[in-house]
């Protein structure tokens, strides 16, 4: 489509996003020659009946009315023009030169607390404008920042005009649940519930500019328990006065947020208007300089001459009384550590650094015995549907099947038909090879998701993922229960069936009953305080999920790829064929180890995040890769109280001030080093509790002896 001329004027450049219902183009005005460049949004319909033609033309003279009050103001792109062409819709806006706010940031370039009390009234100023006009954007974020190359200000884009009205149109024709505009750590409760306020707006403002100082993504920040409300303050370098400003801003609870943009800025211009904030000084500092020759200072030479000076005592004794002292600093630090974990205070750190170790390690790159057949926007847009046809889904499998593969596994709910075809699907989901989903849920009486009537339940798995407090994914469910039914994974479906031809099967292992045995290997299950968990939620029976790459860990080819048979059999003949969305339409996303690791939010998608499970399964059945290991309690226990006895010990024999901090700093390195090694031979070991089990008995020796020494 790129370089086609809409409406006889509009020349498409490039694309700039994509979405369910059309996409996002940059665009050349070609009558008008000195703004030339413009945005083209479309709407692609996905029904062609004049009854939803009708029902959308309404819905856009509605939107267009919005823009162009919105476009009025100096900092929101100017709306230009409106036309419908080939059963399609077409908005144009005013492009705006200049980079987002989303590129300027990064855990290494944060704003100052000036730049950003100044993002705040810039955009602030915005917001007082749009929601006057009843409007609400519902979608802040720094990505929708854009500041502007001609003056500095920043322009506020993305209204979500073009999935409003998509959402709109499947809400009257179709009555189908649907997910309201907003992105994950900057939309607040009340607008995933469906019911947002202006002071949703505000809620993501203060997350933008708090991810702006903190230089980290809304979703790795902690919430308190209690009250929901995020743990950010630690990480951000500013007055109380701002932080007293954007902690109201993120209430979790919408009715103790400021309820206006203008109550806001009210609040910042009391903060400029307020006194600087008094700084505590050592009184060392401020004392007169006369002072240092009063008589006393006299009186305190002679005192320090007059004192007697204390015998030194021989070396075995002085040895012994560290070994004392090092020893009771070392067992009280170790057990208020031990509390803490307890307590799971340092399973959050414990976690952020297995991810940093997962995202280290070398790539093992794609797996020859798997393929994805990925059902992307592109193919969506081909397709002209939200989800493919069970017809179309039925025709890649008879394709697939042609080439012999080992096992195809179907990561798509097929609870409800989606006809046309609904038949012809049902009859290739009956052939043995080919393993299809449910979702259990809770797990209490019935699934979330049901699967297909008619699939026999040796070719069912459920495509559950156990997700951590803090939404990332670092565990795998093999077998899981609903209504005290024993039910397999996804994964380990596909996996069996792969290796079944092996003569490898899941079986009790010879040591325990209740751990299951491939080959000669036991799958161990995860206990609650597994590695750096110390309250994990173990319910089912939980391995460590051992990724194989970041990106995809297989070949991939698009699902009309296969549709029109466009793929190399060889590709297909004797492998693990997983066929699923990637699209961002279909909500099928998670956050992994590797995303907190990317300048942008990255999340992978639940048909690779499978095939990375079908792979591990694999390498540890057929390739000898061990799974993740951990110490049990008591060994962990023991690691930590070593650490604090070389901490305690350094702090003992090294006096020099600057010698111990290089070695404390050394042994630091060492720690670091010793379990990113251990990490690389799949075992996990604490590594934030003996740091600081170092570092706090160190202190505490130091400040023992300083106390003696008074």
Known sequence: MLESLLRKRYKLVSVLGAGGFGQTYLAEDTENPELPRCVVKQFK?????????SIARRLFDTEVKMLEQLGQHPQIPTFLNFFEENGEFYLVQEFIDGQPLSEELSPAHRLTEAEAIELLRDVLGILVFVHSQQVIHRDIKPSNLIRRKADGQFVLIDFGAVKEIGTQLLSETEQKFTVGIGTQGYTPSEQLAGRPRYCSDIYALGMTVIQSLTGTQPTQLLADPETGDLLWQTQAMISSGLRSILE?????????????????????????????????MPSSLVMPTALLHHPIADQMDRTIVDTPVRPVKNWRSQLRKGIQIVAVAAVAVTGLLAGLRQMAWLEAPELAVYDHWVRWRPDAGIDPRLLIVEISESDLQTLRRGTPSDRDVAQVIQKLRQYQPRVIGLDLHRDLPQEPGHAELMQQLQFADVITIMKLGNGQSKFDIPPPAGVPPERLGFNDFPIDPDNVLRRSLLYGTNAGQRFSSFSLRLATRYL?????????????????????????PLNPSF????QLDAAGYQVMLNYRSPKPPARQVTFTQVLNGQVDPAWVKDKVVLIGTTAASGKDLFYTPFSSGKSEEHLMAGVVVH??????ILSVALDGTPLIWAWPDWAELLWIGGWAMA??????????????????????IVLVGTTFIIFTHAGWLPSVAPAIALVLTGVTVVSWRSYQLE
């Open 531 to 534: 590695g750096g968990y110390q």
């Open 611 to 616: 095939a990375q499970m079908v792979s591990q």
């Open 45 to 53: 319909p996905v029904k062609d009946d004049q009854q939803f033609l």
């Open 248 to 280: 109201k801003m993120v209430r979790y609870h919408f009715s103790q947020r400021y309820q206006s943009a203008q109550e806001v800025l009210q609040a910042l211009d009391r903060l400029a208007e307020a006194p600087l904030e008094s700084t505590m």
């Open 500 to 524: 079944k031809p092996s003569g490898l099967i899941p079986k009790r292992s010879d040591r325990s009953a209740e751990v299951m045995q491939l080959g000669d290997v036991n799958f161990w």
């Open 647 to 668: 901490g305690g010990s350094l702090a003992w024999f090294v006096r020099h001030p600057f010698l111990f901090i290089m070695g404390t700093a050394g042994m630091l």
